[in-house]
């Protein structure tokens, strides 16, 4: 009875495991329809240490193990100088430079420091003006160029300009500048915004600088006119203590120029910019009594004979 017992129980099993695998296999087959290959690893690089142990046996180390420092054989043996050699200086026998060689050196290498003094005569703002500053709306604000010159606005002034769509307003400056040490020039210039209008003619006035003829009393060599456009001025030199006796776009020009004691009439036209020009084509037709001079071949005593 136990044999027989025994007999539906392994068939029952074996059946429930013939099941199991005919419901398996398909259900596993159908969902892995395709076959990836696995992606081959790379060996890993081990770093390790040579050690004296493992160097190899073909490298010849012999020449080095009988070698001791210590002993008197290890005697360093210079080359035999050249004929007429001398030795150089040692650096304690040198001169003691000054501070002005240092800074000089210093300058020449790294360029001009930031202590306000130049030895080698470069611009120690240079630095200053590639640097770009930042306001507190992102946009980058653009700093004066301290190249010694002083600007001072003559007129601003809104104008318009007639195009297919209708009229564009602009804004026009008129600037001068110098240095008060007899540069001076003058600039205009148009733009949407007055700042930027005030900085294009800067620019232009840069670009269009003259030399004003100065005497020792900081006045006129001698009279002069000079005409642009339908404005005309006159320029008079005057004595010392006079000071610039002049109106409009005239006394600025002088004033940037440096000129101290002068006389200054406008005549025909009120425009500024025009004035101003013609400023400049006066003080430009005046020239030094040493120019005139040497132009002639005279001293410049015969001048006032």
Not at 108 to 135: F, R
Not at 185 to 199: C, S, T
């Amino acid at each position: 009875m136990a044999a027989t017992a025994a007999t539906p129980r392994a068939t029952l099993s074996s059946l429930s495991s013939l099941s199991l695998s005919l419901y398996t296999t398909p259900r596993l087959s159908f969902l892995s329809t395709t076959t990836t290959a696995k992606p081959t690893k790379l060996p890993k690089l081990a770093l390790t240490t040579v050690r004296a142990s493992d160097k190899p046996d073909n490298i010849d180390t012999k020449l080095f193990e009988d070698f001791n420092p210590d002993e008197d054989d290890a005697v360093f043996d210079p080359p035999t100088p050249p004929e007429n050699f001398t030795p150089p200086p040692s650096f304690d026998d040198l001169p003691v430079e000054t501070e002005d060689e240092i800074a000089a050196a210093y300058e020449e290498m790294y360029g001009p420091a930031y202590s306000g003094v130049s030895v080698l005569g470069n611009d120690i703002y240079v630095m200053d003006s590639k640097v770009k500053k930042t306001s507190a709306f992102g946009k980058t604000k653009k700093e004066k160029v301290k190249d010694g010159f002083e600007e001072r606005v003559v007129q601003v002034r809104r104008v318009t300009k007639v195009v297919k769509g209708g009229k564009q307003l602009k804004f026009r400056a008129i600037v001068v500048v110098g240095d008060k040490k007899g540069q001076v020039g003058v600039g205009v210039g148009k733009a949407k915004e007055v700042i930027a209008a005030v900085q294009k003619s800067a620019v232009d006035a840069r670009r269009n600088i003259i030399t004003v003829p100065m005497t020792k009393y900081l006045t006129f060599p001698h009279r002069s006119e000079g005409d642009f456009g339908a404005a005309k001025v006159m320029l008079r030199p005057a004595s010392p203590g006079t000071g610039v006796i002049a109106g409009g776009a005239v006394r600025i020009v002088l004033e940037m120029a440096g000129v101290e004691n002068a006389l200054g009439k406008q005549l025909g036209s009120n425009n500024a910019l025009n004035n101003a020009r013609a400023t400049v084509v006066a003080v430009q037709k005046m020239k030094q009594w040493r120019d005139v001079a040497r132009e002639r071949g005279i001293p410049m005593e015969e001048l006032w004979k």
